[in-house]
């Protein structure tokens, strides 16, 4: 089976590049992605999804003024690949008038469209035009597949989640490589200065308005004025408000307690740092995240908009956007001190191990082909 996968980037800094390169790693023998995108850094996961037996074409940026060119650029590459995919998934759904009408022009007859947020767009004048693009995903895709009911919703209606068309695809991933380990711990403490005893709060996301990395060092500055010894871990490049959050930082007088970690990998020593974790996000698709950070065993705080289908360990807890830093501080510091054991296990079991999810994705995959494909 070959399936395209349309997204604006494969950049390693992004959640639906991750989530998606978390399956094709497992599934690579069986399914093969190739990656349509309009954005590409130096950091990006191309070399590994070559090595699997995938490629990646790059089309001019979808903006205002390059629409057109966007367009006809669509148009050339499922021209000159007619007939070599048998499901086009798409994930930044305001493409959708575009890439399902190109591609059902071409002959793709399994058309999927997967949402993974709650929200049409950061800002107003792109919530309007997605909103209005977003509605001939009825009519042009063939099945609608989200990382949460939430986020199936927002996308699509419940008219449409309601039926046997949707399908949450859980965004599972790798469970070994998130384990608490107490010697990555101490690896990783040193590398900061963090002393072993210090209260260590953590983060990991890219540095835009999604984020909400402004109330998150607000928080923080609460949770060192109860807890002098306590330290922020933000991981995570990218995003054009990094420079706003140091500054923040510094006016917070809260420098010297706050490690930008920026991009990195190994993200399960990270976790294995932290004693707490904090994810105050405007909105979430699911927050995969946050998946990680409970496989590792940490207690972790969300907003109320992340969805309910984050919440796997007893420690979990959320709280409202509209409740004062303070409270947050409060509620971080009431969580568990102690990680719980066996944690990876209750993880496994609500369905985000990837040795498990990719065989159903997998299935998922062979079934709407099958179905398609009958007279």
């Given at each position: 089976?070959?399936?395209?996968?349309?997204?604006?980037?494969?950049?390693?800094?992004?959640?639906?590049?991750?989530?998606?390169?978390?399956?094709?790693?497992?599934?690579?023998?069986?399914?093969?992605?190739?990656?349509?995108?309009?954005?590409?850094?130096?950091?990006?996961?191309?070399?590994?999804?070559?090595?699997?037996?995938?490629?990646?074409?790059?089309?001019?940026?979808?903006?205002?003024?390059?629409?057109?060119?966007?367009?006809?650029?669509?148009?050339?590459?499922?021209?000159?690949?007619?007939?070599?995919?048998?499901?086009?998934?798409?994930?930044?759904?305001?493409?959708?008038?575009?890439?399902?009408?190109?591609?059902?022009?071409?002959?793709?007859?399994?058309?999927?469209?997967?949402?993974?947020?709650?929200?049409?767009?950061?800002?107003?004048?792109?919530?309007?035009?997605?909103?209005?693009?977003?509605?001939?995903?009825?009519?042009?895709?063939?099945?609608?597949?989200?990382?949460?009911?939430?986020?199936?919703?927002?996308?699509?209606?419940?008219?449409?989640?309601?039926?046997?068309?949707?399908?949450?695809?859980?965004?599972?991933?790798?469970?070994?490589?998130?384990?608490?380990?107490?010697?990555?711990?101490?690896?990783?403490?040193?590398?900061?200065?963090?002393?072993?005893?210090?209260?260590?709060?953590?983060?990991?996301?890219?540095?835009?308005?999604?984020?909400n990395h402004e109330l998150l060092v607000q928080v923080f500055a609460e949770v060192k004025r109860r807890r002098p010894d306590a330290c922020l871990l933000l991981v995570g490049e990218g995003g054009p408000l990094r420079p706003a959050v140091e500054t923040r930082v510094k006016k917070l007088g809260i420098g010297d307690s706050v490690h930008f970690a920026g991009l990195r990998t190994d993200i399960g020593a990270l976790l294995s740092a932290m004693d707490s974790f904090c994810l105050p996000s405007l909105y979430e698709g699911f927050g995969i995240v946050l998946a990680e950070a409970q496989t590792n065993g940490l207690p972790c705080l969300a907003s109320s908009q992340v969805p309910e289908e984050a919440r796997i360990l007893p420690s979990y807890r959320q709280q409202g956007l509209g409740d004062p830093p303070a409270r947050w501080a409060e509620t971080i510091l009431s969580l568990p001190t102690n990680r719980l054991e066996g944690a990876d296990k209750l993880v496994a079991e609500r369905g985000f191990d990837i040795r498990k999810t990719s065989r159903l994705l997998v299935s998922h995959y062979q079934k709407l082909i099958h179905d398609e494909g009958k007279p």
């Open positions: 089976m070959k399936v395209l996968q349309v997204m604006a980037s494969c950049a390693q800094v992004s959640g639906v590049a991750q989530a998606m390169m978390n399956y094709y790693r497992h599934i690579a023998k069986e399914v093969t992605f190739d990656f349509l995108v309009f954005w590409e850094n130096d950091y990006t996961f191309r070399t590994e999804i070559e090595e699997l037996g995938g490629r990646v074409f790059l089309t001019p940026e979808p903006g205002l003024r390059g629409f057109s060119q966007y367009r006809k650029a669509v148009e050339e590459f499922f021209r000159t690949h007619a007939g070599e995919y048998d499901a086009v998934q798409l994930h930044d759904l305001y493409l959708n008038p575009v890439i399902f009408t190109l591609a059902k022009k071409y002959g793709v007859k399994v058309r999927i469209a997967h949402s993974h947020s709650e929200k049409y767009s950061d800002h107003l004048k792109g919530s309007v035009r997605n909103w209005l693009l977003y509605r001939s995903l009825p009519y042009l895709a063939t099945d609608f597949w989200a990382a949460s009911v939430a986020a199936g919703n927002a996308a699509f209606g419940k008219r449409i989640t309601s039926t046997a068309s949707f399908t949450v695809i859980n965004n599972a991933i790798s469970l070994e490589r998130f384990l608490f380990n107490p010697g990555q711990r101490a690896e990783v403490r040193s590398e900061f200065n963090i002393s072993p005893d210090a209260f260590v709060l953590g983060h990991i996301g890219r540095f835009v308005p999604q984020k």
